[in-house]
C-alpha cells in the first residue's frame, strides 16, 4: 500500500506543524498542534517499525527464558516459562505481537527478580543477560527525535 | 456545565475586591501551563475605592476533569504563598477557591509574570544559551534556598504532612511505586528492578525536613536574557521531604534536552551540585543522592504511566499525555538503566 502509511503520517505531522500551527492564534492551539505534530512524527517512525521490534523482542527474551527454567521459583513459573519459551509469532498484527510483549516481559520481572536473589554463577549470567535485554529494549523504542 | 467566560470570573473577583466597582475581565486564553491544571491568562480591570483605574495581568489555575498527577489546590496554593516575598521568587497569590459552584471546578488565581520565557528548549539557543551559567546559577541557587528554608516557620506543616527524616525516603517511594501498580498498562521491568534495588539499599535519613518543590526543572521556572530567573512555577507537587529529592529531580537526565550531559540544558551535574551545596548549606553526599536520582526515575515513571492510562483511558486526550507515554516513558527508562550502571 503506497504511500506507506510511516510517508503519510509524517506529511500530515509537518504540515500541522509548520503550516497549520503557526498560524493559530490562540497560544494554547498552537502549543498543542506543534505538539500533536511531533506525536505524529513518532506515529510515523513507530509505524514502520512496530511488527519489527515486537518480533525481536519477543525472541530474545523466549531465548533467554530456554534458559532459565532453573531457575523458576515454583513449578507453576518453571511451566510458565517453558510455554512462554516455546511461543511463536505467527500473527504479526501489532495488537497480538504487543499482547505477547506483555505475557513475557511480565514473566520476565519475576525471572529477574528471582535471579537477583542467587549469588551463583549461571544466575550472574542470567542477570547479566537480562540487563543487556533491558538495554536494548530502550534503543529499540527510542524515536529518531529524541537526543536521549 | 457553562463555559469559562470573562463575566463569570469578573462576577467571581467582584465578590472578592471589597469596595471596586467596575470590574472587568478581558483576554481571556488558555495557555500551556503545568500538567495537572488548566491554566489560563486574563486581564483584570477595577476602579479601586479610592477611585484610580487598576488593571493587572492575571493567572487561573483551575482543576481539570481528569489529569497526569493527582495534587490539591491548596497545598500548591500554600506552597506559593509561604514564599511570596522571599529569596525564592514567586508571584502573589490572591484567591483560593475550593467551591466548584463558581467555575465548574476548584481554582486559584494569582498574579501574571509578564514578560519572560519559560521554555526548557528556549534555553538551547541564543540569546539564552549565552547566558546558561548564569541562568544556571541562579535556578539551583534558588533550590539551595528553597532546601534552606524552615517549613515549620513558614507554615507548611499544617498543611503538608510532616514526615520524619527515617521515612521520608519510604513514604515517597510507597507513594510513587503504588502509583505504578495503579496505572501501568504494560509491564515495566526496569522501573521494577529500580524499585527492588532502592528497597535493599536505603538511603541514609535526611540532614533536614525541607520544603520540596516536586517539579524543580527546566520548563517550570520564568527567566530572561540577562540570565535572571523571575519566578519559580508549578508548586503542585510540593510536598515536606528531603532536600535531596528535589535536586535528584532536576538532575535527572530526561531534562537533557541539550543531548549532551548539562542537566536542565544549563550546567553540568557537578557544578549544578556545587552551587546547590553552597546556597543550601547542606551536603549532597554521594551514595544519597544516586539514591534520590533512581528514585525519581521510578517518580517520572509513576507520571509517565499515567499519562498514558489517562490518554486510553479517554478520560484527557491532550498530546501531551501521548507525548509522556512514548517518549519519556523510555527516557526514564534509559535515565533508570544509566544510574545502575546498565545502559
Not at chain 1, 529477574?112 to 540487563?131: K, M, N, T, Y
Not at chain 2, 493567572?59 to 498527577?69: G, H, M, Q, V
Not at chain 2, 521556572?221 to 510540593?238: C, K, P, Q, T, V
Request: with cysteine.
Amino acid at each position: 500500500m503506497t504511500p506507506t502509511v510511516q510517508a503519510f503520517i509524517g506529511d500530515v505531522a509537518a504540515r500541522l506543524g509548520m503550516v497549520f500551527a503557526p498560524d493559530l492564534k490562540s497560544p494554547y492551539l498552537a502549543g498543542s498542534a506543534g505538539l500533536t505534530a511531533a506525536v505524529l512524527m513518532m506515529a510515523a517512525e513507530e509505524a514502520d517499525r512496530a511488527a519489527h521490534r515486537l518480533v525481536e523482542e519477543n525472541r530474545a527474551i523466549r531465548g533467554i527464558f530456554k534458559d532459565a527454567v532453573a531457575h523458576a521459583t515454583s513449578e507453576v513459573f518453571a511451566d510458565e516459562l517453558r510455554t512462554l519459551a516455546a511461543g511463536e509469532d505467527n500473527d504479526l498484527r501489532i495488537s497480538v505481537l504487543q499482547a505477547a510483549n506483555n505475557d513475557l516481559r511480565r514473566a520476565l520481572i519475576e525471572l529477574h527478580a528471582a535471579v537477583e536473589r542467587d549469588p551463583g554463577p549461571a544466575a550472574r549470567r542470567l542477570d547479566a543477560e537480562i540487563w543487556s535485554e533491558l538495554a536494548e529494549s530502550t534503543r529499540r523504542r527510542a524515536f529518531n527525535s529524541v537526543r536521549f | 456545565m457553562a463555559d469559562l467566560t470573562e463575566a463569570r470570573i469578573a462576577g467571581y473577583i467582584e465578590g472578592r475586591l471589597a469596595g471596586a466597582t467596575d470590574v472587568t475581565v478581558s483576554d481571556l486564553r488558555r495557555i500551556v501551563g503545568g500538567a495537572s491544571r488548566e491554566t489560563y491568562r486574563l486581564k483584570l480591570a477595577y476602579t479601586a475605592p479610592e477611585g484610580q483605574r487598576v488593571e493587572r495581568p492575571l493567572i487561573l489555575r483551575r482543576d481539570p476533569p481528569d489529569s497526569l498527577i493527582d495534587t490539591k489546590r491548596d497545598i500548591e496554593f500554600a506552597a506559593y504563598a509561604a514564599f511570596y516575598g522571599s529569596a525564592v521568587p514567586v508571584p502573589e497569590m490572591l484567591w483560593l477557591e475550593e467551591d466548584p459552584a463558581h467555575l465548574d471546578f476548584p481554582f486559584f488565581i494569582a498574579e501574571e509574570l509578564v514578560g519572560f520565557e519559560s521554555s526548557p528548549t528556549g534555553l538551547l539557543s541564543p540569546p539564552y544559551s549565552d547566558k546558561a551559567e548564569a541562568i544556571g546559577l541562579r535556578k539551583w541557587t534558588i533550590l539551595g534556598e528553597i532546601s534552606k528554608a524552615d517549613p515549620v516557620a513558614l507554615g507548611l506543616d499544617k498543611v503538608m504532612e510532616l514526615p520524619t527524616p527515617q521515612t521520608c525516603w519510604t513514604r515517597e517511594l510507597g507513594y510513587w511505586e503504588r502509583e505504578v501498580d495503579k496505572d501501568e498498562v504494560e509491564p515495566q521491568p526496569i522501573i521494577r528492578a529500580a524499585i527492588r534495588w532502592l528497597r535493599a539499599n536505603p538511603p541514609p535519613p535526611a540532614q533536614k525536613i525541607s520544603v520540596v518543590h516536586g517539579d524543580y526543572r527546566s520548563g517550570n521556572f520564568l527567566y530572561d536574557s540577562d540570565g535572571e530567573i523571575h519566578g519559580i512555577l508549578d508548586w503542585e507537587m510540593a510536598h515536606l521531604g528531603d532536600p535531596l529529592e528535589d535536586l535528584g529531580w532536576g538532575l535527572n537526565r530526561i531534562w537533557c534536552w541539550g543531548g549532551d550531559d548539562r542537566r536542565g540544558g544549563l550546567l553540568p551535574r557537578e557544578r549544578a551540585i556545587e552551587i546547590w551545596e553552597n546556597a543550601s548549606g547542606l551536603r549532597a553526599d554521594p551514595a544519597a543522592l544516586h539514591w534520590w536520582e533512581l528514585f525519581n526515575c521510578v517518580k517520572g515513571q509513576g507520571i509517565w504511566v499515567s499519562s498514558a492510562k489517562a490518554w486510553i483511558d479517554g478520560q484527557n486526550r491532550d498530546p501531551i499525555l501521548a507525548f509522556s507515554a512514548w517518549r519519556m516513558l523510555n527516557a526514564q527508562d534509559r535515565a533508570a538503566l544509566e544510574l545502575m550502571g546498565k545502559l
